[in-house]
């Protein structure tokens, strides 16, 4: 199936998200689509999954000219999208997440349950139709969505930033679903940010500046740095430590620190960590192995079960999240939508969350709006956050956008301590580079860190010292100057450095 | 300067032209229902487009001010996202409360005015805390606990006034409150009578709203916790103890509701003939209508308490006068409607600004 875009336009107040978008998915292709933060691919997608509206331009499907007034219609003519916040239900097993809604196509029974296993089987997922959702890992809760959309019919499926959320070897487990796709004709177009995976599952590369469609690159050709330039005009940054700024002084002490929930299973079991003034810290491990836990654990979102947590030299182990954050500490959650953003507050409202007890965003008992925004305007200039004001709401603000607005935020006021859970998840490389730089200065001045990523190049590249986490317990220590991705991705999936 | 001017025809464009057409749109459907009835649709449209008179006016006067105090009473706990719909409830208890203690003339003279308000809204407070503390700590829906404690709250009443009352006519009351404790109305008019001394209660509440929600650290809790329970929690706001407070606070407002009457001319308290009920639920739609601001709820309450009043006199035309209740529910789903649509025009007419004022440049992002 063959789609192409011609002249795509449309405008939210205060910008212009899309205009003269040109873009042809060739039927049997990989189709990367790659931009700065903001540049405006979301929206795009959204238009041709029938989310939004264009204000201007066609949707040509295999020649015809196709309106999409709902998501249902796309669907009809076979594009499906799987958005990068999953929209699965816990409670709900594979098969009756994947036929609610399409209960008219094979029906909720064993017909339909046949027609799971027969695309998971066809395409190489690995997915029991009767597991509940809520036993899934990431990695595979995105398979589901995927057959999901399959399962619809869908011969072009749209991935936002699907690798965002995935290890490397889980990388290379959807990169060959999607192989398998492609092969038997199906079409994927995908945005990502990581321009080494662009490179390696893409046929072609279509790139999107400032709202537009600026160039198309061979990836059999084209090197990394040529589409940053593309992208950004600028140069590949890299994670690179400068000096040793590491001192004796602990920040953070987590002593034999345990976790049991409800159902008697263990979290974390018996964690041991001292983070040093001046120190990253990194935490490598595949996603839901106690990283999450072990931040909230820290915050005081969550009580430990035993042991004790120590923030420069005061027990903090029982303290609330509001005290903890009033002694200096920062957080970076992994989740900015449900944690770290209340969507539909402006951005100075925004400023303020998280920092509801310290200047310049309140007054004693009474906020400062003033303050606030002033701040908040110091942070879009800082860190380059793409916004026509601090009064634009932070659902208006691209992915990237607003992961750069929560870091600049969770910067401010000179934390002793950042709890940061994948700080770059989602922006582009240029913003990267400047993140990075930020934590860098932050730590020269004595800033501790506390690093989760899954990007193990940012790991390697940003920390002093890294421990591996594998089902709550720390299993192995490594040094960043010596160990390898390849060796890092081996230990975190438990096998030996 | 200008700046004025263009919030001030904003606010015309669209909040108070979608306002009126919903009300006009309302009172159309009445008529409609009105006219299939059978009824006199000329007579019923006249009744309630009359001007009032000064009697009138100062009904209206007082009852807003209490449907205003109920209005708040749930918009609070709208902005933290739970549905207070005990606020009928809660205001019975405060009023029987207030009046059990006042009539008893404890405290004595003016000061017995304050202390009754305090009364009440302790009283009020505590009936709420009863839902609050089932949901926070037991899971339980403030929403079924608080239909059910409604209920209670009724016959509780009655059952205290009839057995610590004194016998009146028909019904048991309270006790009287004391000449020395009881206000002076703001004579507005010289015919007619005073509009009650504490209808004051729904403007002091009404600045204390906005600037509580707006202003504070507290208010910045409340709405985040009401936006969403899990970036509360993240950013040190227990959405537990928020829910325990904002209804505290409901139930103290609850509490307020009806004392305007009671002390204005009311003085005794008794189920049904010296209170009046339904005024919880009015308040919800009146929070509704209002879009929990207090300019929203003011206009929300005088609307509602002017069809109430001009229903009156619809009996002489020969229309039943529950028919306004009619006019009343679909005001509010109308209002709902019409500022969803103006809603939508106002984002196609920024969006087509921009566009002008981009046309030519293709700068998209910094616009
Ligand atoms: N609902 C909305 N209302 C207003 N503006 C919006 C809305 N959605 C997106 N925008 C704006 O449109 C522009 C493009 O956003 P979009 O989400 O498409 O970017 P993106 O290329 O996906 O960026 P990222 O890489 O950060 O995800 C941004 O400037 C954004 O602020
Ligand atoms: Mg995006």
Redesign the interface.
Known sequence: MQVELRGIAK???????N??VDLTIRAGAVHALIGEN???KSTLMKILYGVQGA?DGTIVVDGRERHFSSPTDAIEAGIGMVFQHFMLADNLTVLENIVLGAEKMHGIGEKARGRVREISAEFGFDIDPDVRVAELGVAARQRVEILKVLYRGARLIILDEPTAVLVPQEVEVLFANLRELVASGCSVLFISHKLDEVLQIADDITVMR???TVGTADPATATRQQLAELMVGAELPSPELSADTVTDTPVLSLRSISLVDDTGRTLLADLDLTIHRGEIVGIAGVEGNGQTELVEVI?G?RRATEGSIVLAEEDITRL??????ERGVG?I?EDRH????????SLW?NR???H??TAPA?RG???SPGGARRDAERIIDAYDV?T?SVHTTARALSGGNQQKFIVGREMSGDPILLLASHPTRGVDVGAQAAIWDHIRRARQEGLGVLLISADLDELIGLSDRLEVILRGHFTAQLDPREVTAQELGTAMTGGAA | MSQLVRRVTQMVTYSIVPTLVAIAAALLATAAIVWISGAPVGGFLEAMLSVPGQRDLVIIVNQASMIALSAFAAAICFRMNIFNIGVEGQYIIGACAGAFFAGSGIVPGPLNILATLVVAMLAGMAWAMIAAVLNVTRGVSEVISAIMLNYVALTLAGYLVKTYGSKSGYTFTTGTIPPSSQPLGFGIFSGAPDVWALSILAVIVAVGYSFLLGWTRFGFDLRTAGESRTAALANGINPKKMVLITMAISGAIAGLVWMPSFFGSTHTFGIPEYFQRGLGFTGLAVALLGRNTSLGIFFGATLFAFLSTQSNRLQSVGVGRDVVEITQGVVVLMVVIAFEISRRVKARREQESVARELGATSEGVRA
Request: zero cysteines; glycine letters at 14%; aromatic letters at 6%.
């Open positions: 405008r939210f107040p205060g910008v212009i998200a205009h003269d903001g540049a405006g204000d400032r709202g537009t915050m979102m609330s999240v509001r005290k903890v954050r957080f959650p449900r944690h770290g953003v209340v969507l539909d507050f409202e303020i969350l998280g509801q007890t309140v008992p009474l906020l793409r026509p």
